[in-house]
T-cell receptor, first 115, second 113 residues
Framework: EPEVTQTPSHQVTQMGQEVILRCVPI?????FYWYRQILGQKVEFLVS????????KSEIFDDQFSVERPDGSNFTLKIRSTKLEDSAMYFC?????????????FGSGTRLTVV | LAKTTQPISMDSYEGQEVNITCSHN???????ITWYQQFPSQGPRFIIQ???TKVTNEVASLFIPADRKSSTLSLPRVSLSDTAVYYC??????????????FGKGTKLSVIP
């Protein structure tokens, strides 16, 4: 079964540092997403990406965040100047287009700990 | 996006059938109903999706009445490994051509030996 791969699985960073979370979506998927889940809370949408540009973003996704598809396979989330409250699980997901194809495939996540 | 309501938690013994019902009174004509499963420290996993009537796959069944204002996820003969949080989501593609999922708190299913 095709998988979405995320690296690293766990990242510890000091407050104020920049981090890049990496994802390899499923190869024939065209829509890519980042979600996050703070410990004990809901899964929250951050951003969706299609055709090399952001198609939707939430209020959480402010100027501190950016996404990029640097090549044909990777999809990255960059968090600049990390804050303590950025500590969370970050999930990448991808999906196919088309009617009825709304099932997302999520990766296993990156646990980001800001200290 | 249609709001969903589901029980916060449920307990079940191993081997029993579990039915989790979700209410979505404001579901729109083009909305699909999708269920996800999430284990601790893992990403949500797609279980099943439907529009109306009944859908069955190797993992679960989804029952949707004619008015589509609710849906029931049925897990046959649960095992300890089915202990997880189950999310009911309702939605359609946005005008931007993507599909933003809005997760609620889900139903925490605990399977007891």
């Amino acid at each position: 079964e095709p998988e979405v791969t995320q690296t690293p699985s766990h990242q510890v960073t000091q407050m104020g540092q920049e981090v890049i979370l990496r994802c390899v979506p499923i190869s024939n998927h065209l829509y890519f997403y980042w979600y996050r889940q703070i410990l004990g809370q809901k899964v929250e949408f951050l951003v969706s990406f299609y055709n090399n540009e952001i198609s939707e973003k939430s209020e959480i996704f402010d100027d501190q965040f950016s996404v990029e598809r640097p090549d044909g396979s990777n999809f990255t989330l960059k968090i600049r100047s990390t804050k303590l409250e950025d500590s969370a699980m970050y999930f990448c997901a991808s999906s196919e287009p088309g009617p009825g194809s709304y099932g997302y495939t999520f990766g296993s996540g990156t646990r980001l700990t800001v200290v | 996006l249609a709001k969903t309501t589901q029980p916060i938690s449920m307990d079940s013994y191993e081997g029993q059938e579990v039915n989790i019902t979700c209410s979505h009174n404001n579901i729109a004509t083009n909305d699909y109903i999708t269920w996800y499963q999430q284990f601790p420290s893992q990403g949500p996993r797609f279980i099943i999706q439907g529009y109306k009537t009944k859908v069955t796959n190797e993992v679960a069944s989804l029952f949707i009445p004619a008015d589509r204002k609710s849906s029931t996820l049925s897990l046959p003969r649960v095992s300890l490994s089915d202990t997880a949080v189950y999310y009911c989501l309702v939605g359609d593609r946005s005008g931007a051509g993507s599909y933003q999922l809005t997760f609620g708190k889900g139903t925490k299913l605990s399977v007891i030996p």
